[in-house]
């Protein structure tokens, strides 16, 4: 049965179409010397918090599906909430649930995964080594460690990939000490486990939406064949590559960690797969998963020659695609979201839109639309993606903002069009890379940006909201006086959220009783503006009718 929605009786909405703005990663914070937000000029931004339509919204925790209010909101996981309407079980919690259950250990991939690590076969652990908890967990690579060796596997490798992002910026000796411990009780009974290679997560392997492919290659090169294009990076430990280059780099972060491959007294590498061997991707997040894993399961994969594919079983923590069916081979099901907000949009018959450049173009697609590739109604959406440049993103904090706004343009003025949703990537993307002028220049090429659409909206009789999915811009500094450092990560702060309503005549106030206003009521709200009542199973609506 098609979903629709009904009509509001004491609100028909506006002439003009509702426009969704994402300030990706802005957050808000006090003033301060780390808060690149507050030190930029945003006048629009500005005007926009002190308007009688605006507030706070929550992007972490509970309040949008995570395990516990100290885990940070995401990308992924801020556009899946405002997708759905509704607060959804996310990746980590599907996999604590799993792990606490003991299901993860009793599915069909990870016994045949067993089965051929008992068989003589060596079994490899490779994802992000943090306990951010955006794409990964330490404690989910200890849990399944600890059941590997229960089970007797005799050989295991860990392919480490390093943080700096979601964490600390020089964090990865912590989290490194940790696993060398964990790997210590297996060596104690007698196995042979052992860190094999790794690299930053900015320069191998975590690569998403296509962007750059040779990140990717140099990971599966890494990763697989144990190969790199200089010997300085073949080590006995992980601990030394990563020592090594904070020697050379005192201000570097763990993200930009070149990749290394460790090696026995002999130079050869203790970890290159081979036929029979298996892999666990332990990462939960997709968007930064799936490149890598079309590289280690698709037979038919072309985006870069490998000099050698093994016969490997492999299979990840969590599917990132069901659509595409990435991975072919899973340990916990994906959440399955169903009657997302654009679910509701087509069953009624209204026109919409979703414009972003690569870096999220997927998050206002893929991940809005509840984890699903491609359009739900292609009569009525239409997609644009801008194509992100492949360099530093501090090197053109601008990045692709102003192409957005001339392709929203272009989509406010077609017929019939009644609800777009647009994301700016700059406060995430450039706050990441912890350069603080930079980031200033991104919040303000994104508030030039934001008033230009906000003018064009108007102007055609419409309404737009702006907000941000997370935070990350507004605190880029971390530790107190002279052991202040960069920070990278995303942030626990409240983010902003204001209506701009061409025809307002005080028809409705903003709900500021709602415990907890989070990133879920969103859709409930563009439902009102629209004129219509939000679903019943959806999280209230952040205005009320008076």
């Not at 250990?105 to 951010?132: C, I, N, P, V, Y």
């Not at 998050?363 to 009569?379: D, I």
């Not at 003025?413 to 949703?421: I, L, Q, T």
Request: glycine share 8%.
């Amino acid at each position: 049965m098609a979903l629709s929605l009904n009509k509001l009786e004491q609100f028909a909405g506006r002439e003009g179409p509702v426009l969704l703005i994402v300030m990706d990663g802005v957050g808000i914070a006090p003033h301060g010397p780390g808060n690149a937000v507050s030190h930029a000029h945003t006048p629009v931004l500005d005007k926009l918090m002190a308007s009688t339509l605006s507030m706070q919204l929550k992007t972490h925790g509970t309040a949008v599906g995570l395990p516990d209010d100290s885990d940070m909101g995401n990308s992924e996981v801020g556009h899946n909430a405002l997708g759905a309407g509704r607060v959804i079980a996310q990746g980590a919690s599907l996999v604590n649930l799993a792990l606490q259950s003991g299901e993860l250990f009793k599915s069909e991939h990870w016994q045949t995964a067993m089965a051929r690590s008992q068989a003589g076969g060596t079994l490899h652990f490779l994802g992000l080594l943090s306990d951010g908890n955006v794409h990964s967990s330490i404690l989910h690579l200890f849990a399944m460690l600890e059941a590997a060796q229960e089970a007797g596997v005799q050989t295991v490798r860990v392919h480490v990939l390093l943080d700096g992002r979601d964490v600390a910026p020089q964090s990865a000796l912590t989290y490194l000490k940790q696993l060398d411990q964990q790997l210590a009780k297996a060596t104690v009974a007698g196995l042979d486990y052992q860190v094999a290679s790794g690299g930053g997560r900015q320069v191998i392997t975590m690569d998403r939406y296509d962007a750059n492919w040779d990140m990717v290659k140099a990971g599966y090169e890494t990763h697989v064949l144990g190969q790199l294009s200089s010997d300085e990076a073949k080590v006995r430990s992980a601990q030394e590559a990563v020592q090594h280059f904070y020697d050379a780099h005192p201000d570097g972060t763990d993200q930009d960690i070149p990749a290394f491959v460790v090696v026995d007294e002999n130079g050869v590498p203790v970890g290159a797969m081979q036929n029979g061997d298996s892999v666990v991707l332990t990462n939960f997040r997709g968007d930064r998963a799936m490149e890598i894993s079309r590289a280690l399961e698709q037979e038919s994969f072309d985006e870069f020659e490998r000099q050698f594919f093994p016969d490997l079983f492999f299979c990840s923590i969590i599917e990132y695609d069901g659509d595409l069916h990435i991975p072919q081979r899973f340990l916990v099901a994906p959440p399955v979201i169903e009657r997302t907000m654009v679910e509701y949009l087509c069953g009624t018959d209204l026109r919409s839109f979703a414009v972003s450049e690569t870096q999220k173009f997927g998050h206002v697609t893929y991940f809005w639309n509840g984890n699903r590739s491609g359009y739900l109604c292609e009569e009525l959406e239409q997609y644009e993606e801008i194509k992100s440049d492949v360099i530093p993103f501090d090197q053109k904090p601008e990045m692709k903002a102003e192409e957005i706004t001339a392709a929203t343009l272009r989509q406010l003025k077609k017929e019939d069009v009644r609800f777009g949703r647009i994301n700016f990537a700059n406060g995430d993307m450039v706050g990441h890379t912890g350069n603080f002028e930079a980031t200033k220049t991104a919040m303000q090429t994104v508030d030039k940006c934001v008033g230009e659409l906000i003018d064009a909206t108007t102007k055609l009789g419409g309404v737009v909201l702006v907000l941000a999915d997370h935070g990350n811009a507004e605190e880029m500094l971390m530790g107190k006086g002279d052991a202040q450092t960069a920070k990278t990560s995303h942030t626990l702060n409240p983010v902003p959220f204001a209506i701009i309503d061409s025809g307002y005549n005080e028809e409705y106030v903003l709900q500021k009783d709602i415990p907890e206003p989070s990133l879920v009521n969103v859709a409930s709200t563009v439902f009102n503006l629209l004129g219509y009542a939000s679903p019943a199973e959806y999280a209230p609506s952040l205005i009320r009718f008076k």
